[in-house]
């Protein structure tokens, strides 16, 4: 709203010094600021520092084309309450402090005192004056009034959302997972499946710099390991566990608080669904993305080794330099049951320590330990897996204990290039016989990955890759059934299956991405006799 050069006169007589300075400011600036106050630098009179100006052509910067140089040459040249800077200056453009605003307003009101004083009334407002202002109030009556409503309006909603508003420190983040896939060989009798993945995330901050993440998930997929396909080879990261249906229940999932310690170190408190990749680097970018981006599958997404270690705990992460950085984790199983044989020391546990390097900004490569007890991988063949294949099959708990060693290494040849890989070892010993049923061991299982990947293929933010790779495999492996009739799980692997997968990751938008990707497995479970299986899916990821 404009105020034409006689209203400002009219208000200049009536209050020249807070209605008329505050009217110019609503008027026409552009900010009246409320920082600490500036030294020497108050546009108004500043009788100590400023050069009092007589005349408003003694400003450089201020031009009779200017709108509001009516309004400053009345408070020149009527009450003599501006004053420029040293160098002949203005600067009308730049914002206000509070500070500046209340030193012009005295030195407008000690003007206004002196006027009201003497017995020149010249300057005052006339009776035509203010009849000039009631005629013009009346003529804008109708946009005051719309200003009034709207201002009502804001305050209104204001109070609304300060009222109703979830939490000052809390914000809801998620993803929403759609996928279509199939499987297709000689052996397997499969249906073409729908299925999806909910993830809503409540991420809590106390201090700005912590982290307490409440996960709501809903997975409604089955593993196609609890169907048709011989092992969980080729099982999908957002699907349910291995040889596991998806129950399209809600459940909590993660549960952690997330918290540093001085400026290099990190410590994670995992209360439920805890995994590696809260407080270690798996040294897969682009490619672990834990379903929701990258790799399709869960051999794929990061070393099968760090599958040994999950559920509740704590890790620390330690930055020593941005080269060098030290993992640290212990993450129980069933810590929530207190059975004899459970809780959080006596039951299934996983403790991993890891070293990464980071010779340069584009090598990394990460030196893994990790000592598991009554865990498998879930990915690779069922004798990989020979405690959970037990339990399904024969209704028998074995117990194991595994010591596992891993190395993976990442490489950005350039911008749109990266190869990286894995290779991990694990050695697998059985406790118990199991009353006589089992002759006591131990495995050596392998798994191993060449991953190839090219971000930014198309268009930013998309991303390609190709991995290529065995599946944990037993190679060698002393355990042997003592009794006829338990499932043939039993001794090393026959031959070797190659997992090969490939996806395209397209973003439709920054919170729509589409993932074409096709898996596919020869000699299934380690074994020739198995026909291969090719496995296709279109992963549909909605984030927000």
Same mark, same amino acid.
């Given at each position: 709203?404009? %105020?034409?050069?006689?209203?400002?006169?009219?208000?200049?007589?009536?209050?020249?010094?807070?209605?008329?300075?505050?009217?110019?400011?609503?008027?026409?600036?552009? $900010?009246?600021?409320?920082?600490?106050?500036?030294?020497?630098?108050?546009?108004?009179?500043?009788?100590?520092?400023?050069?009092?100006?007589?005349?408003?052509?003694?400003?450089?910067?201020?031009?009779?084309?200017?709108?509001?140089?009516?309004?400053?040459?009345?408070?020149?040249?009527?009450?003599?309450? &501006?004053?420029?800077?040293?160098?002949?200056?203005?600067?009308?453009?730049?914002?206000?402090?509070?500070? =500046?605003?209340?030193? *012009?307003?005295?030195?407008?009101?000690?003007?206004?005192?002196?006027? +009201?004083?003497?017995?020149?009334? !010249?300057?005052?407002?006339?009776?035509?004056?203010?009849?000039?202002?009631?005629?013009?109030?009346? =003529?804008?009556?109708?946009?005051?009034?719309?200003?009034?409503?709207?201002?009502?309006?804001?305050? @209104?909603?204001?109070?609304?959302?300060?009222?109703?508003?979830?939490?000052?420190?809390?914000?809801?983040?998620? =993803? +929403? %997972?759609?996928?279509?896939?199939? !499987?297709?060989?000689?052996?397997?009798?499969?249906?073409?499946?729908?299925?999806?993945?909910?993830?809503?995330?409540?991420?809590?901050?106390?201090?700005?710099?912590?982290?307490?993440?409440?996960?709501?998930?809903? /997975?409604?997929?089955?593993?196609?390991? $609890?169907?048709?396909?011989?092992?969980?080879?080729?099982?999908?990261?957002?699907?349910?566990?291995?040889?596991?249906?998806?129950?399209?229940?809600?459940?909590?999932?993660?549960?952690?608080?997330?918290?540093?310690?001085?400026?290099?170190?990190?410590?994670?408190?995992?209360?439920?669904?805890? @995994?590696?990749?809260?407080?270690?680097?798996?040294?897969?970018?682009? %490619?672990?993305?834990?379903?929701?981006?990258?790799?399709?599958?869960?051999?794929?997404?990061?070393?099968?080794?760090?599958?040994? %270690?999950?559920?509740?705990?704590?890790?620390?992460?330690?930055?020593?330099?941005?080269?060098?950085?030290?993992?640290?984790?212990?993450?129980?199983?069933?810590?929530?049951?207190?059975?004899?044989?459970?809780?959080?020391?006596? *039951?299934?546990?996983?403790?991993?320590?890891?070293?990464?390097?980071?010779? #340069?900004?584009?090598?990394?490569?990460?030196?893994?330990?990790?000592?598991?007890?009554?865990?498998?991988?879930?990915?690779?063949?069922?004798?990989?897996?020979?405690?959970?294949?037990? $339990?399904?099959?024969?209704?028998?708990?074995?117990?194991?204990?595994?010591?596992?060693?891993?190395?993976?290494? !990442?490489?950005?040849?350039?911008?749109?290039? &990266?190869?990286?890989?894995?290779?991990?070892?694990?050695?697998?010993?059985?406790?118990?016989?199991?009353?006589?049923?089992?002759?006591?061991?131990?495995?050596?299982?392998?798994?191993?990955?060449?991953?190839?990947?090219?971000?930014?293929?198309?268009?930013?933010?998309?991303?390609?890759?190709?991995?290529?790779?065995?599946?944990?495999?037993?190679?060698?492996? #002393?355990?042997?059934?003592?009794?006829?009739?338990?499932?043939?799980?039993?001794?090393?692997?026959?031959?070797?299956?190659?997992?090969? =997968?490939?996806?395209?990751?397209?973003?439709?938008?920054?919170?729509?991405?589409?993932?074409? *990707?096709? &898996?596919?497995?020869?000699?299934?479970?380690?074994?020739?006799?198995?026909?291969? &299986?090719?496995?296709?899916? /279109?992963?549909?990821?909605? #984030?927000?």
């Amino acid at each position: 709203m404009k %105020i034409s050069s006689r209203l400002l006169q009219i208000l200049l007589k009536i209050t020249p010094g807070a209605l008329a300075a505050a009217l110019v400011v609503a008027a026409g600036s552009k $900010a009246v600021a409320v920082d600490k106050p500036v030294t020497n630098t108050i546009p108004f009179l500043d009788k100590t520092a400023l050069n009092r100006i007589t005349s408003v052509s003694q400003l450089s910067d201020v031009q009779p084309t200017d709108w509001a140089f009516q309004a400053l040459q009345n408070l020149v040249e009527r009450y003599g309450c &501006i004053a420029g800077y040293p160098d002949g200056s203005f600067r009308g453009n730049r914002a206000m402090t509070r500070y =500046e605003f209340a030193a *012009g307003l005295n030195a407008c009101l000690e003007t206004i005192t002196q006027l +009201i004083g003497s017995a020149d009334t !010249s300057r005052l407002a006339t009776r035509e004056d203010l009849a000039v202002l009631q005629r013009l109030m009346e =003529e804008f009556s109708s946009e005051l009034a719309t200003l009034r409503g709207r201002v009502d309006s804001l305050e @209104a909603r204001t109070a609304e959302l300060e009222a109703n508003q979830f939490s000052t420190t809390t914000k809801l983040n998620g =993803e +929403i %997972i759609f996928a279509v896939a199939d !499987s297709f060989g000689k052996d397997t009798n499969t249906a073409t499946i729908i299925g999806q993945r909910t993830r809503l995330n409540f991420d809590t901050s106390f201090t700005g710099e912590d982290l307490l993440r409440t996960r709501l998930q809903i /997975v409604g997929l089955d593993a196609f390991s $609890a169907n048709s396909h011989p092992a969980p080879e080729g099982d999908l990261r957002f699907a349910a566990g291995a040889y596991s249906t998806g129950s399209n229940d809600v459940a909590i999932d993660a549960l952690l608080y997330s918290f540093p310690i001085g400026k290099k170190t990190r410590v994670v408190i995992e209360a439920n669904a805890g @995994a590696v990749d809260d407080f270690a680097n798996t040294v897969n970018p682009y %490619i672990d993305g834990d379903g929701a981006s990258g790799a399709l599958s869960n051999f794929a997404t990061r070393n099968s080794i760090y599958y040994l %270690i999950n559920n509740a705990g704590i890790g620390v992460r330690h930055e020593f330099s941005e080269r060098l950085e030290v993992s640290l984790g212990y993450l129980a199983t069933n810590a929530f049951d207190p059975k004899p044989g459970n809780g959080f020391f006596n *039951g299934a546990f996983g403790a991993l320590a890891q070293v990464t390097f980071k010779p #340069s900004a584009r090598f990394t490569l990460g030196l893994t330990y990790l000592n598991s007890y009554n865990n498998d991988m879930l990915t690779g063949s069922n004798r990989a897996n020979l405690r959970t294949v037990l $339990a399904n099959q024969a209704d028998l708990d074995l117990p194991t204990s595994s010591n596992s060693y891993g190395l993976q290494a !990442s490489w950005q040849v350039s911008k749109r290039f &990266i190869i990286g890989g894995w290779v991990g070892y694990t050695n697998t010993q059985v406790l118990s016989t199991l009353g006589g049923q089992i002759d006591r061991g131990d495995m050596d299982i392998w798994n191993g990955a060449l991953t190839l990947t090219f971000p930014n293929l198309g268009k930013q933010g998309n991303v390609a890759a190709i991995i290529v790779g065995v599946e944990p495999m037993v190679r060698n492996s #002393s355990v042997s059934a003592a009794v006829p009739g338990l499932p043939d799980v039993f001794g090393a692997d026959k031959n070797t299956s190659v997992h090969v =997968e490939a996806f395209y990751e397209y973003k439709l938008t920054d919170n729509i991405a589409i993932t074409p *990707g096709i &898996i596919w497995l020869t000699a299934p479970d380690h074994n020739k006799n198995n026909e291969d &299986i090719v496995i296709g899916v /279109v992963r549909t990821t909605f #984030s927000f």
